[in-house]
């Protein structure tokens, strides 16, 4: 559900003069996939200057741990980090030394633009030991 306030002219505090035009949208979350044609369409069609394109979803990653981690070739103890990357929003984990278990708990989130497109590539970084790429809305 969007609403929409009127367009509202708000005076500065702390300035001798001037105002800022300004217009609110109030936008309520759903979890319901039948209404995500409506909101593309919605976004599509906002007539508001959108600096940053409104996104349709938002998708929260916990990132919790791996196991079995192993450097090819090595009987050392790796050092391990996972990057995630959705379009070209990329977040990194810290990395952890010396441990085929590493343990992050760590969430992020990332803007979809486009839930039918969009892709969330995991890597897990030894140098480049695997990943994975799920697609945002489909069958894994």
Not at 5 to 30: C, D, I, M, Y
Not at 43 to 68: C, E, G, H, T
Not at 87 to 98: C, D, E, F, H
Request: one cysteine or more; charged letters at 20%; proline letters at 6%.
């Amino acid at each position: 559900m969007l609403c929409i306030f009127p367009l509202q002219w708000l005076p500065l505090k702390n300035a001798s003069s001037g105002k800022l035009h300004v217009r609110f949208e109030q936008l309520s979350l759903t979890q319901d996939t039948e209404k995500l044609e409506q909101v593309l369409m919605e976004n599509k069609m906002s007539s508001a200057v959108q600096i940053n394109k409104f996104v349709p979803a938002l998708l929260y990653v916990y990132v919790r741990s791996a196991k079995d981690l192993q450097i090819p070739k090595s009987n050392k103890l790796p050092t391990s980090r996972t990057v995630l990357k959705v379009g070209n929003t990329v977040s990194k984990t810290k990395a952890i030394r010396n441990s085929k278990e590493p343990a992050w708990n760590k969430s992020y989130h990332f803007p979809i633009k486009d839930p039918y497109e969009d892709e969330l590539h995991i890597e897990v970084w030894l140098t480049v030991l695997a990943y994975v790429s799920i697609h945002i809305c489909g069958s894994l």
